[in-house]
T-cell receptor, first 109, second 113 residues
Framework: GQQVMQIPQYQHVQEGEDFTTYCNSS?????IQWYKQRPGGHPVFLIQ?????EVKKQKRLTFQFGEAKKNSSLHITATQTTDVGTYFC?????????FGQGTTLQVKP | DGGITQSPKYLFRKEGQNVTLSCEQN?????MYWYRQDPGQGLRLIYY???????QKGDIAEGYSVSREKKESFPLTVTSAQKNPTAFYLC????????????FGEGSRLTVL
């Protein structure tokens, strides 16, 4: 079945450094979604990308969908302590949504 | 307020007992989902339902059962056949469209002693 692989699993950064997580698939994805889960919380939707090569920005967060629609990335510029949590990509169609393993971000003040 | 309510938040059970986790939504969403979350393994899909009285197995359905008798409700039963049931269970819902965000409940943490 469809799988999305996410790397890295963990990332520790100093506050102010940049952070990137990557999501890869061996098959073409119809869309990609990104979620953030704070420690002890539940996943919260961040954004959805649908078009090949699409780039969207939310303040310090930049989301990209690859030209071949097989990969995606989330980049955070100048991390802050409020960015800590686990970031998940997810994709699917016909109702079935599959999540990547997530990247847990720790930010050292 | 519209949202998804999961109960109980914490649950302890003895090995061999069946457990039912509740999930209720008042968002008028057609599709509902159950995910299991274990450390380092992300969210794994157990069951999902796109319409009342219909549901499909996800990637790890063995040892679980669901029902969808009402649009707003999608309970999950963790049966004694589930070999490693201790986990964090998340219920979610969305509109029926192929795109669109998932709204999650706050989760139920099940510990089997």
């Amino acid at each position: 079945g469809q799988q999305v692989m996410q790397i890295p699993q963990y990332q520790h950064v100093q506050e102010g450094e940049d952070f990137t997580t990557y999501c890869n698939s061996s098959t073409t994805l119809s869309n990609i979604q990104w979620y953030k889960q704070r420690p002890g919380g539940h996943p919260v939707f961040l954004i959805q990308l649908v078009k090949s090569g699409e780039v969207k920005k939310q303040k310090r967060l930049t989301f990209q969908f690859g030209e071949a629609k097989k990969n995606s990335s989330l980049h955070i510029t100048a991390t802050q302590t409020t960015d800590v949590g686990t970031y998940f990509c997810a994709s699917g169609n016909t109702g079935k949504l599959i999540f990547g393993q997530g990247t847990t971000l720790q930010v050292k003040p | 307020d519209g949202g998804i309510t999961q109960s109980p938040k914490y649950l302890f059970r003895k090995e061999g007992q069946n457990v039912t986790l509740s999930c209720e939504q008042n968002l008028n969403h057609d599709a509902m989902y159950w995910y299991r979350q274990d450390p380092g393994q992300g969210l794994r899909l157990i069951y999902y339902s796109q319409i009342v009285n219909d549901f499909q197995k996800g990637d790890i359905a063995e040892g679980y059962s669901v029902s969808r008798e009402k649009k707003e409700s999608f309970p999950l039963t963790v049966t004694s056949a589930q070999k490693n049931p201790t986990a964090f269970y998340l219920c979610a819902s969305k509109t029926a469209a192929n795109t669109g965000e998932l709204f999650f409940g706050e989760g139920s943490r099940l510990t089997v002693l």
